[in-house]
């Protein structure tokens, strides 16, 4: 196989998006097999901008017509699972959107069913994963002998404002029934996803969560978390889509070291000459007087500061569709499989859980209680 | 009265510094008047380094020698609110350490009785309210015109540094009999009382906090809180003794800006020039585009940055010693009158009792019950 044909399922934004890089010829091992979607205005822009590809109105169809050899889900989340099943049965490749789906039952069907087709290859759009500073701090932290044990991590990331039109702007947009979530389930699934890849899954979590405070929306717009790792080490999480003047840190402290990250671009590293735990049992008071004066600790460790070009735009993606396709045709380790997906939905999950029961909750949370509670609020919102 | 003779009840650390503070002439309306101290040992330092200065080894005899207007306890936590009571039970003013008790139970005993002598000056060694920096933060959010309604509060402070060596060097410290915890009493009042003096006090606190995690102590070492403020704003607060290159970074976000404040000593402040809800349902998804392009946000909101001095020495201290004896003496407004020490004893108690009971708790907290928890740990380690 000299190209993955790729069948784009959902020409809205990111699935036009991903068709542009193909048709640039910017996905190097890729080209474009098909497109599908239930939106007959949709043809036309296929035809106009896609002209000569075939195109679908029902992705079953897509799927079997020997077009595609695998497809990428840019629909909404509830539909990730069900297509990727579908693709996989029919020993089509599947690339899931992020999030995985919306609530963790339906991911670990996807998963387990994935897990009887080994030789196809399921991975999931985390297009971040691919952000060279945040492959450098994971790097750090997975080289345990840098910054050590992790004692706290802690993430502001309020940078994910959304005016009332964005809201508006799609009637299921924000909403239980069209996408099961607020800020938790279409902005920090990102940053979600970036935390547990680093610093790992906590065991417990306890969220506060504001519904529609500062927007007009049924679902969340504001989100704290405290994580809890299980060994002591805890973690803040805190988003929220209404800070239009919003702040991006994530500071991870370690038994030897501490990692900040500002603004997704500058990263600084301290590592200690002698761990923390060492200095705490031998230093004498005196010492220590000594070291808080003047200019402070600055002789215990080591500081490194490194810049990186902010990377947002379509060069992630890019990068992922890539290794997607080099993974179908060669093998090569994939950035993200998509059995990594179910973290940062369970993570969501049970931060949702955790602020309806108002109480921490366990992971892996009680998934039949989460659909119940979620299924509660999507025929609410169909009443209203 | 030109000078308040002041009354010094505990020639430790703290009262040591205060009488000499005095002895330098610093406290331009205050001299030593007695020191009271129940050790033997502090009776030749007084000899030496306060000749001439009457010494009690009881301070009820001290409070009825006439050699004193007023006290300072600088004595352990629990004995803050009955030697305050028993001073102005003599028209004896009264300056207490921080914190004001160890649980509201007793805090209240004396703001009660305190309230039936309001001809006597009742203050709080809340030294940290005399610094510019947090004034002037004090000031912006007074002034709600600037940067408007509080949306989140956050704080990062863990700069408290302290090695296992300190703890060792009393067997009081760090304990629940000779303290009544640990970071929350000891070292954070000082910000918890700015958080609350600054940015009002919470409706409710969920705490998630590690006893003796990073040093060998019974108490609190490490703590995490969510601070929920009732009209939907919320807050975190976050401390410990455990990280020797220590955090300290206040957030406070507006609906009409925002105030980030570094290491106590640099200060950003970011007025919108429209408050955000108004930028919120008026700009279309092109403006917002626009907006997030190339340099960012910048032109919609006014940048002010301040430097300060840090001043964490003698210099408070003394200005609240001289606001004290000022007030007695001329009635000039106190920077911490007694009555509010109240607060950030609710709040480390509402902490230590939701950590305990692993859930989120309503201010004022149950004072009964956060007592009998607390003896309860008493208790246990004398037993241990």
Not at 237 to 266: A, P, W, Y
Request: aromatic share 8%; proline share 4%; charged share 25%.
């Amino acid at each position: 196989m000299a190209k993955v044909k790729l069948g784009i399922i959902g020409l809205g934004q990111q699935g036009g998006a991903y068709g542009n890089f193909i048709k640039e010829a910017r996905v190097s091992n890729m080209e474009i097999g098909a497109i599908c979607d239930n939106d007959p205005e949709k043809k036309k822009r296929a035809d106009e901008e896609f002209s000569g590809v075939p195109f679908y109105d029902n992705y079953i169809d897509m799927l079997e017509s020997g077009n595609v050899d695998a497809i990428v889900t840019c629909v909404p989340h509830y539909l990730h699972p069900e297509m990727g099943i579908e693709a996989l049965k029919r020993d089509v490749h599947a690339l899931l959107e992020k999030p995985a789906g919306v609530y963790t039952k339906q991911v670990k069907e996807i998963n387990d069913f994935a897990a009887t087709k080994p030789n196809l290859t399921y991975a999931i759009m985390f297009n971040q994963r691919t952000n060279e500073l945040y492959r450098k701090v994971k790097e750090i932290i997975d080289n345990g002998g840098e910054i050590g044990t992790i004692r706290r991590t802690n993430w502001l990331i309020t940078t994910w404002w959304r005016p009332q039109g964005y809201y508006d702007a799609g009637s299921w947009r924000a909403t239980w029934d069209g996408e099961g979530g607020g800020v938790l389930v279409n902005q920090a699934p990102h940053q979600i996803d970036l935390l547990q890849w680093i610093c790992g899954m906590p065991e417990k979590v306890y969220t506060k969560a504001q519904y529609g405070y500062q927007r007009n929306i049924p679902v969340e717009d504001d989100v704290t978390t405290i994580l809890d790792y299980g060994n002591g080490a805890t973690g803040v999480f805190i988003t929220c889509t209404h800070d239009i003047m919003g702040t991006d840190r994530l500071e991870i402290h370690g038994d030897k070291g501490k990692i900040v990250v500002v603004d997704s671009k500058k990263v600084t590293i301290k590592r200690l000459h002698t761990p923390e735990k060492e200095m705490s049992d031998k230093m004498s008071m005196q010492e220590v007087a000594k070291l808080f004066q003047g200019e402070g600790p600055g002789s215990i460790y080591q500081e490194e500061v490194l810049e990186f070009e902010s990377v947002w735009g379509g060069g992630q993606h890019v990068a992922v569709l890539e290794n997607f396709a080099a993974n179908i045709i060669d093998n090569t380790p994939l950035i993200a499989p998509g059995s990594d997906g179910i973290n940062g939905v369970e993570l969501a999950n049970a931060m949702h859980l955790s602020s309806w029961l108002n109480k921490e909750v366990s992971l892996p949370i009680d998934e039949e209680l989460y659909l119940e509670e979620l299924n509660r609020r999507r025929n609410q919102e169909k009443e209203s």
